[in-house]
Nanobody, 129 residues
Framework: QVQLVESGGGLVQAGGSLRLSCVAS????????MGWFRQAPGKERDFVAA????????YYADAVKGRFTISRDNAKDTVYLQMNALTPADTAVYYC??????????????????????WGQGTQVTVSS
């Protein structure tokens, strides 16, 4: 089992920034690809960003490319999502997720939520206009 705990959400004005963190425990963090997904009110949960277990070749949804940056610190068992130039459209609950490296580290795999075995409880991000 992998336990994931997100933090860093909150209320921010449009144009502002937030950094989300997700701390993992229970298994070897460096063996897991990590992803961020989000779910806005009344909508399905969507892919935001993912980073392979080795820290290279991150992937982003088109809606956040150039504004969000995913990174990981395997020594701290933590994955981050730096979010800049936020807009009200970014308002959502943000979820951290983990999938074992054996499933593959390509974009198709890491952008598909069904490929993830472990999920955090989510952290609310609200962007006011």
């Amino acid at each position: 089992q992998v336990q994931l705990v997100e933090s860093g959400g909150g209320l921010v004005q449009a144009g502002g920034s937030l950094r989300l963190s997700c701390v993992a425990s229970g298994r070897r963090f460096s063996s897991y690809n990590m992803g961020w997904f989000r779910q806005a009110p009344g909508k399905e949960r969507d892919f935001v960003a993912a980073i392979p277990y080795h820290g290279g070749n991150p992937y982003y949804a088109d809606a956040v490319k150039g504004r969000f940056t995913i990174s990981r610190d395997n020594a701290k068992d933590t994955v981050y999502l730096q979010m800049n130039a936020l807009t009200p459209a970014d308002t959502a609950v943000y979820y951290c997720a983990a999938t074992h490296r054996a499933r593959g580290s390509d974009r198709d795999t890491l952008s598909t939520q069904d490929e993830y075995d472990y999920w955090g409880q989510g952290t609310q991000v609200t962007v006011s206009s």
